[in-house]
């Protein structure tokens, strides 16, 4: 043994742990040198400032005049106002309220039945969340059986009324959406309400509205008489909205341990608010992805939860660290091109697919292990002598870790005590605001997505496009090419060409002959 | 309109379509210029012919000595012996046949009914091919209901066999490991007999091994007589044994068309035995990872299937890619840390996710869009008046490579005319070339996986140690540092702290007190 051994020192002097919640981060496996946190320590106590000001009320998303709140949602005592501290609470206790009445048969489905199962309905911040915590939490024990729409695939969605199957009555459908505009969900929404009404069953009974008030959704759930609506306030972003009632309501009607779950993020909001950079986990969380890519994400950040029930996680982080810090431009309006690309799935599996690469391949990642030291809730089998399952996840683990390290692959690993609501939430609070801190060090808006807006609008105009060009077919009777129908109503001919491509697999009337080359594809409208 | 716009000009210029398949690549929108194709076109030849060789039989995989067969499986005429083409034949017929014996009632469940689920246990190249084939294709009409152990997380396989619930005594369990040395599946294994017994069932009916002749899984099953064993050829290496015994046996168990799917292989592969480049999708797809990617890497791969059934689709590119590419050496010994990241999920899902990032965050990937022309199988909701789900889904698909080459990032889009077994085959045949062609650009060898090895020593490391460190504990009576256990028996004590913080977690007999620092933790076992 050599206890003066560097490692061993390293790992000793950055080793953080808090002790009441049995978490801990080591990240003596980043190369950091000696004086990396001195020379930090100014921008990280900005960081930590702006972070102040933000819980305290401040206009932190400045391009969309929004405060950002999601930490009054844990401890609604930090709200800037009464009024705000009231609504957090008000929408909580209903919540809960709203689970029992349902769980109770106090409130019955549409066919007199009590509930079965649970649609959510949602997509990006409105079903990430809502999917990570029902399939990390899941149990035997769930109250409802749960499902999700969360694109407009109609085959995708058909897929789910397949599984959900003889159930549909008794299926409580949650829309979710913060500004009740967003296609996908409204898409969602039209294709469920059709099912219940093929069925013969009113829809309204059942249907329940998460969404921003006055909204267009809010409008149509009062017009139609849903069950019910819960509020999602302005200043919640979708992709910190799982402790809202986004991600609270679904998880309560599944049964699962909404308290738990809040305190374990308010736990950790509390540690790591302290502006001692080094005692401070989502700090350091912040300083050494900082450091792994040189301030302007040179490195991918590959999260490998050692845990079945994270196998989300990582899709969760993608959403939560992307969009928050994939940015053109800085507060000052500097080109930055900012961001972290994130990927994982969960060890050990990915041992047996991508790890070759880590170790092996082109260093330009970083891994996150996420250790929970306790394997199971229920006695495990034992199968070698006095060796369990969990000691093998273990130890592919801190041997994966090694054999990265063996090669200069750096690696932080956090470690976690057990796995459960209170832990799920205090590990989501800790990215959360290792992102706000990111965020401040580059300098960048981590609470806006502008560069979400581009690519719907373009949607839209492709179809307005269809509709135009569909317009174009039914008004010729000869085949036309996609130069020919541009021509005629004025648009791009590789655009048109795929519209009519798509619209020709999709509609009986349309007839499509391929050519040479594209520009001699033919399409033509059948009347008969 | 503007038709001699570059950009129709180009995306004509480099459309490749198959007629007959229905299929299409668009390489337009990677920057590559005109005289690319004159530069690459020796390495390009080289590498058909590599791949002719490959097909003809050849070592393609020295390290190992092992030739590569995969593209023998879905054109059994091609092997370089009769043996191996009857094989084959015997072993896909053999999978069908006992697939109508259990769907049939022939073969009946340790309980004596029918089988109505199965549970297939594998990890990595075990468990991707057959969880995304069972996700991809899932329909109502299912013979089976199916469930993966693909980890040795103790936790996750309970979540399972809770699933699973009282259905187990009807479950096929299929044990899939080519070595039959992998631990996680040797553990998935026992703890599904465990759970039989418990249930007083004899598990032998119900188990059927798909592993290399004579492996230690071979030698179990024989000696447990369970009720059938498939042959995993020597010359199929994991990542790429999806049509073998490994992916042909639960999806012919669920129901599938295993025809298809091979069909679709064949005809891909078919189509890209061509040594025109430029009628060559797999080698175009090669050539543009190669563009993008400086032939090293430099952008990583982003997979966006417009498809939920594709869902699963970049996590097996993630191996397929990554596990063959990500290398440390070429062939002629040189360092070339070698390697493409992979990542994604679904379109228009990813669009409310990470998307933002892609567009106005660091440039360091090129996307991947793969759309699917017919929307759906079955008739359509209509949501506003003439148009559909699958409408939006297109124009997201459209809007967003409009929006980021907008904004110069880069992105090929493949086109398939529908989903089903059929393309799904030819996709999957699709990336398997390219990967081949591209391992040749790069000159290594993409069928080994060395770096692998190293995680497992180190893993089987760690579990000695725990052997160890229970040992020294149990014999002495006081508190121990890791510092003094480690000094006992000669170890680390960086692991010796972790290792005793597993066992303490998950041991009631070990009590551990937290230090100030790690080398004041101690650690205590208890004789009462």
Redesign the interface.
């Known amino acids: 043994?050599?206890?003066t051994?560097s490692?061993?020192a390293r790992?000793?002097k950055y080793?953080l742990?808090y002790?009441d919640l049995g978490f801990s981060i080591d990240i003596s496996r980043i190369d950091f040198p000696e004086d990396f946190f001195t020379g930090m320590a100014i921008p990280a106590d900005s960081a930590c400032r702006a972070m102040a000001q933000l819980e305290n009320g401040a206009i932190a998303n400045p391009d969309e005049n929004r405060m950002v709140g999601h930490y009054w949602l844990r401890n609604p005592g930090l709200a800037p106002t009464e009024a705000i501290r009231d609504e957090i609470n008000a929408t909580r206790d209903a919540i809960v309220a709203f689970a029992k009445e349902v769980h109770g048969g106090t409130i019955l489905a549409t066919t007199g039945r009590t509930f079965s199962d649970l649609l959510v309905i949602g997509?990006?911040?409105s079903?990430?969340g809502p999917q990570l915590v029902a399939d990390a939490l899941?149990?035997?024990a769930d109250a409802l059986r749960v499902h999700f729409f969360?694109?407009?695939?109609?085959?995708?969605?058909?897929?789910v009324l397949?599984q959900i199957?003889s159930n549909l009555g008794q299926t409580l459908v949650v829309v979710i959406s913060k500004s009740g505009g967003?296609?996908?969900s409204?898409?969602g929404m039209?294709?469920a309400q059709?099912a219940f009404t093929r069925e013969g069953l009113a829809f309204a009974p059942n249907f329940v509205a998460v969404t921003g008030k006055d909204s267009d959704l809010d409008k149509v759930a009062t017009a139609e008489v849903w069950l019910r609506r819960f509020p999602m306030f302005d200043w919640i972003g979708?992709?910190t909205s799982i402790m809202s009632a986004v991600g609270l309501l679904p998880m309560a009607l599944q049964g699962l341990d909404v308290s738990s779950f809040l305190a374990g993020a308010a736990a950790m909001d509390e540690k790591t608010r302290t502006d001692d950079i080094r005692l401070n986990a989502a700090m350091l969380l912040a300083l050494m992805w900082w450091y792994a890519g040189q301030g302007?994400?040179a490195k991918?950040m590959v999260v490998l939860p050692?845990?079945?029930?994270l196998l989300l996680f990582s899709?969760y982080l993608?959403?939560l660290v992307?969009?928050s810090?994939?940015?053109?431009f800085d507060l000052d309006g500097k080109t930055v091109?900012?961001?972290?690309?994130?990927?994982g799935?969960?060890?050990?599996?990915d041992?047996?697919?991508?790890?070759?690469?880590?170790?092996?391949?082109?260093?330009?990642?970083f891994a996150t292990f996420i250790e929970v030291?306790?394997?199971?809730?229920?006695p495990?089998?034992e199968?070698e002598a006095?060796?369990?399952?969990?000691?093998?996840?273990?130890?592919?683990l801190?041997?994966?870790r090694?054999?990265l390290h063996?090669?200069g692959r750096e690696s932080i690993t956090i470690?976690i005590?057990?796995?459960n609501a209170f832990q799920l939430g205090a590990l989501i609070a800790l990215y959360e605001r290792a992102v706000g801190f990111y965020g401040s060090l580059a300098n960048i808006n981590a609470y806006h997505?502008?560069?979400?807006e581009?690519?719907?609008?373009?949607?839209?105009?492709?179809?307005t496009l269809?509709?135009h060009v569909?317009l174009h077919m039914h008004a010729t009777t000869s085949p036309q090419t996609s130069?020919e129908i541009?021509?005629a109503i004025?648009?791009?001919?590789?655009?048109v060409f795929?519209?009519a491509?798509?619209l020709?697999?999709?509609n009986p009337k349309i007839h499509h002959v391929?050519g040479r080359?594209?520009?001699l594809d033919t399409f033509t409208f059948s009347h008969s």
């Not at 050692?306 to 029930?309: G, L």
């Not at 810090?325 to 053109?328: D, M, S, V, Y």
């Not at 041992?351 to 690469?357: L, P």
Request: proline share 5%; charged share 25%.
């Open positions: 043994m050599n206890t051994s490692l061993w790992f000793q080793f742990h002790e997509i990006g911040g079903a990430l899941w149990s035997q969360d694109n407009t695939d109609p085959d995708g969605m058909d897929k397949a199957g967003t296609k996908e409204r898409n039209l294709v059709a979708g992709r302007r994400g991918d050692y845990k079945d029930r899709r993608q959403q992307m969009e810090l994939g940015k053109e091109n900012q961001g972290i690309a994130v990927y799935n969960k060890g050990s599996t041992q047996h697919a991508y790890v070759q690469q880590l170790r092996d391949g082109v260093n330009n990642f030291r306790k394997s199971s809730p229920s495990q089998l199968v006095g060796v369990y399952p969990g000691d093998y996840l273990q130890g592919f801190r041997g994966t090694t054999a063996e090669k470690s005590p057990e796995f997505q502008p560069g979400v581009a690519g719907k609008k373009a949607a839209t105009a492709i179809l269809q509709g569909l130069e541009a021509l004025n648009a791009d001919p590789e655009e795929h519209v491509r798509h020709a697999a999709n391929s080359s594209p520009s």
